[in-house]
């Protein structure tokens, strides 16, 4: 049996002056409701029985909409991550009567046992919370462990294949359109480590680590040789993919991204975010983020995109924005691999109102790769696979055909 959602109900002696819900009795309502999820499975002993205690390491919680006394709030918990004696939890609150996410929260825990030394985490407890990957809206995913760690992949289809690899801080939905009208293609669209409902380690992210998630992915799924599809930090991924496995790149497609590496002024901007998101969370990113991601026809004019590009960022685990930003930051700079590509078919889509990686940078990898096309997206921003879906999966399609 499945891990129970918790409902709790906010009481008045929990709420503040203004009659919220204060930020003390949010830390015991996500506890509590962690306690009946052990209550209702292996017991509230479980770490008595195994001499090994639950260790709070750190906690990341984000707000997003307040609560009030009577709510009745429905919890869900995650295991995002874990390792031999640590563990991550994520756990979201959702007022039942509307839906509405009212916060969203990570907890790293160690376990301790009597002498406060740290010891393995119960089986028991792993193999009881594992089983809590299955909901969380995973719906058609699939989990697989490759690498050391457990990705949340999407896979659909037969025929020739296509590695679908997303940007910072999204998730394998920005290829939603592509990969439902893709027929006649195998179309692999993972979520990155850090990202999405995938694990989310506290450390061990660079280009060189996704790269190699990704041919373990392909490994795992039998497949040799894909066209291989990079959004932005996707196409850094997959430069250096290249680097190590390019004889499985079949064909290349480049989507609102850059060869260069970055700047002084950009490494500073990394660590700069990455300082944000440690101290307000994934939402203050998602805020910063959204208007680089969309471009303002969108932002104006389609409050819904808006809304769930939002809330893809504001869902990203804390570790994986902090180790996507480390691996950007670190990333060496591709552009002398640009003229040795001549020999794999590439296309190079960006969004004319692309902020991030606009399209003169595309412009210049056009120039530089022999026989690479150019297909600039009107009307739309660095999320051009979700701005402008319809133009992109036309490109995509015509491309593929060509191969
Ligand atoms: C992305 O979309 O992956 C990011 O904008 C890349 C970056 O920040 O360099």
Known sequence: MLPPDIDLTVYPDE?????????????????????????????????????????IRK?????????????????????????????????????????????????????????????????????YLAATRGRAGLGTLQRLTVNGVSLAVDMRGEGPAILFVHGYPYNHTIWAAQMAALDGYKRIA??????????????????????????????????????????????YIAF????????????????????????????????????????????????????KSLAPPALTRLPEMVERVRAMMAATPVAGIVGALSAMRD?????ALLPTLGDIPTLILVGELDE???????????EAIPGARLVVIPRVGHLSPVEGADQVTQALRQFLRSL
Not at 74 to 87: A, C, D, N, P
């Open 15 to 55: 709420c503040d002056a203004f009659g919220h819900l204060n930020q003390a009795s949010f830390l015991t309502l996500f506890e509590r409701a962690r306690w009946e999820v052990l209550a209702r499975g292996p017991g509230m002993d479980v770490f008595t029985r195994n001499g090994a205690w639950p260790a």
């Open 331 to 335: 990333r060496i700079d591709s552009t």
């Open 59 to 127: 906690t990341v919680i984000d707000y997003h909409a307040a609560a009030f006394p009577g709510d009745v709030l429905r919890f869900q918990q995650v295991l995002t991550h874990h390792g031999r004696t640590s563990f991550t939890m994520r756990q979201t609150a959702r007022r039942t009567g509307d839906d509405v996410l009212i916060a969203t929260a990570e907890f790293v825990f160690v376990c301790i046992d009597r002498d406060g030394k740290p010891t393995p985490i119960p089986a028991e407890l792993t193999e």
């Open 190 to 235: 993972p979520d990155l480590r850090g990202m999405g409902q995938s694990d989310a380690p506290d450390l061990g992210y660079s280009m060189a680590t996704y790269a190699a998630d990704l041919a373990a992915l392909l490994d795992a799924v039998g497949v040799d040789e894909v066209v291989l599809c990079g959004l932005s930090m996707g196409g």
């Open 356 to 366: 991030p990686t606009p399209p003169a940078r595309a412009q210049a990898m056009a």
């Open 240 to 291: 250096e993919f290249l680097r190590g496995w390019r004889r499985r790149v079949r064909g290349l497609v480049l989507v609102d991204t850059r060869a260069e590496a970055d700047s002084p002024e950009g490494r500073r901007a990394r660590d700069a975010a990455a300082a944000l998101a440690r101290e307000r969370g994934a939402a203050a990113i998602a805020e910063e983020m959204l208007p």
